[in-house]
């Protein structure tokens, strides 16, 4: 591809020496994908030999693990039988009034070994004896329990990599895929100057026309006669709206809110594309998990290789909310969401599904209309789950940012969230973080609900309300068993 962006640049340098600006633009985009590229594949070679060194580890781990599973089954069997003789001696010392007399009783109580010395010096030392089988047991079973752990660590560490390395594939084949698509267009545009190439630029005002046409339906009830719209919104009116209840009306549709890359009505948006911004372009990972901001139906879903993927959602009271540059979208027109709910995954890195050819770089673009009218999303969002307030809002929100704080009972502008790619990796992150022993063993809470309609996680979440995952076993906190230490 870099070899025939070399051919490309011969031929338009034979038009013209200084290449046109409509050249230079589309050249910019194949450099920046390619760029983009070599980045990528950079990081998938990293993820390889990690992969290979996890592999080696979790190999000398296993091999450790076995060796101390022998060595504690050993003591384990040691301490037994010392605790049967132990418990033997102590019986023939204290069972005095037995009929029947054996030969260790003949032994310790005759004439040749003074009592003193038996019950005394030979009890003392076979308890110092036990004492020191018992340490040697428990060090092997905390030995074990370390290299369990570590085995587990190792485990995840392969797990998050392996998750790491499936993801930039994923993105290598959508830039690979792009590359292509946007070679193709350029090509056929010079054969047919009317080609749909000279539109490919274009792409968020089409996005910005289709959500008018599709407010100005929803304002006149003039719903879509497919996906059993009109239905659906009959009902959905019918239902209790959760937002009465919350302190804002609508959610935040991504977590956290670290950096706003452009606001509302934002004038060198309006500047670049002839069209005003009509909301806020919030800064996220790609892949980024991105939920419905009230209860609503889904009215419309674009998902696309090569241009913007978006979402449009119907709400109670008036309310529509649109999202963009989307990398993966889990609903369909028709469905019901719930405030909360996970309805997609953010993109916008070029080159990759649903950023469209004009990206400008990983983030969600969310909008908030009220009757058909875009409104600012940053008037009816709780600001004070923003960090870095100083930097990331300025400051004609500075008010509504205060008003916010004050309703909310605790500070949560620093709260930090448990990061992980999937429910298991945020499960072994959280108790990697709190739990001790056996219990930073994500393994050990599966099969404590293995068999049963028990959540785990909540299993999780009650130990650390109860005994910190370990760290005290008996608490002054008791969260409900009335009756009962915290054992």
Known sequence: MTQELFELDAIEREKNANLNANYRTARNEIVRVISSIEQTTSDISTSVRKLAQYQTQMKIALDQLQEARISSTTAKEYLTDYLNLFYKMELELSNQGVNDINELRLFITSDNINQTLVGGDIIKAMTLQLVELIQKTNDEEDNKIELLSKLGALKQLAQTTLQSYRNEIEKLQQKKQYLINFLELYKNKQAD???????????????????????DEIVKKNYKSSDNIAVKLAELSTLPDPSDKESSPIAWPIYPIEKILRYFNDSDFEKEQGFKHQGIQIQALQGTPVYAVRDGVV???????????????????????????????????????????????????????????????????????????????????????????????????????????????????????????????????????????????????????????IDRDMVICVAFAESTLGNYLSTANNIGNVGNNDR
Do not use: C
């Not at 749909?196 to 968020?204: L, R, T, Y």
């Not at 309310?319 to 969401?337: A, E, F, H, R, W």
């Not at 004609?396 to 429910?423: A, F, T």
């Open 193 to 215: 100057p009317q080609h749909k190439f000279d539109k490919v630029f274009s792409s968020k005002k089409d996005v910005y026309l289709s959500i008018q046409t599709f407010l």
């Open 299 to 453: 009215y419309h879903t674009f998902n696309n290789m090569d241009s913007i993927s978006w979402i449009m959602i119907v709400h109670q009271k008036g309310y529509v909310s649109t999202y963009q540059y989307l990398n993966q979208i889990l609903v369909k027109p028709g469905d019901m969401v719930q405030r909360g709910q996970i309805i997609g995954y953010s993109g916008g890195e070029p080159g990759t599904k649903g950023a469209g050819f004009v990206s400008e770089g990983e983030n969600l673009t969310f909008g908030i209309y009220k009757d058909g009218v875009a409104i600012d999303p940053l008037t009816v969002l709780d600001l004070s789950v923003v960090t870095n307030r100083q930097e990331t809002l300025p400051d004609e929100y500075r008010i509504k940012y205060l008003n916010d704080h004050l309703v909310r009972p605790i500070d949560v502008s620093e709260l930090k969230l448990v990061e992980g790619n999937s429910v298991d990796e945020r499960a072994q992150k959280f108790i990697g973080g709190y739990a001790v022993g056996i219990y930073r063993d994500l393994n050990f809470w599966n099969s404590v609900v293995e068999g049963t309609n």
